[in-house]
């Protein structure tokens, strides 16, 4: 990529790295050593700037800490085999930031601006990008609102960030899960689709309960009937029935997965037949009664390909059969981490070099 914006860069004085122990990493704990930021004032975006990460300060009144304006991103970076660091779909990830911000009525961010800003970051603490197996460097690019004023209105300024950490596995094991009977994650019509912080927060509580009865997370399902599957957690869910991969079409209540879009793309391309529909509950209940449930498994950029070992229904637990390197979710999750480490070919042009 050319260099053709100038980003005024601040580098530390004092590197953290050293605290780095890429054997016990914790998920979003210990952030590398800059952060990329741009203000949008006026109708415009203004200098970006690469400074050291740390607090900053903001309006106690900015709608995005009253009214809840503000959206994020969640990427990856990995460390190849050729020894450089790439991006996994970095694109897609601007595109839905987009989508996300027109859905909360905040500036829509240049591709230029993201991808410079992003890779120019990337370069600067490439140092922090661990290379053990299952481990990436974990890209927060986020957005909120700026103006101190409690109106309830969006807001006239924004700033937009990138702040990254080494990450390694998010679960680090097989999931149990239960389809959530009460609680809504998001109508049709709503911002489910959309990577809004509220989205995130008022999940919070529902999935306490789910955690409290020894579930790690819930299947949501559908705002009206509770009928239908929408996602898990903060992954995207997939169902292996029959030799058939299938996952509920996406809607405005979906958030649109880019790991999704990708292990889909790797089932077609194995000849797999892929349905994206609704998918009920009961589907799912008659086909683990039927033994013909052969793997469940939960896609996300920070939970990469998570299997689920339980599904609980209406206070009863099924347990999945146990899956070996033949599984579907397996294969993919290991053609993924091959492509994205410059392992494999990148026939689809996913990874982008920094
Ligand atoms: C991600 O998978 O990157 C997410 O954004 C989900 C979560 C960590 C909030």
Redesign the pocket.
Known sequence: MTETLTINTQPTTASRLGQLDPANIEFGKLFSDHMFAVDYVNGEWQEPQIVPYGDMAVSPANSALHYGQAI????KAYRTAQGGVALFRPLDNLHRLNASAERMCMPTLPEELFMQGLTQLIRLDAGWVPAADGTAL?IRPFMFATDGLLGVRPSDSYRFMIITCPVGA?YNKPLRVRFEEKYVRSAEGGAGYA?NAGN?GAAMYPTKLAQQQGYNQLIWTDASEHRYVEESG??NALFVIDGRVVTPALSSSILDGITRRSVLQLAHDWGMPVEERKVSVHEIVQALEAGTLQEAFGV????TIAPIAVIGNEGRDYTLPEVDDSAFSRRASAALTAIRTGQAADAHAWMVQV
Request: proline share 0%; charged share 15%; hydrophobic share 45%.
């Open positions: 994020f991103e969640g990427m974990y998010f990577k995130y903060t992954m996300g950029t920070a939970a």
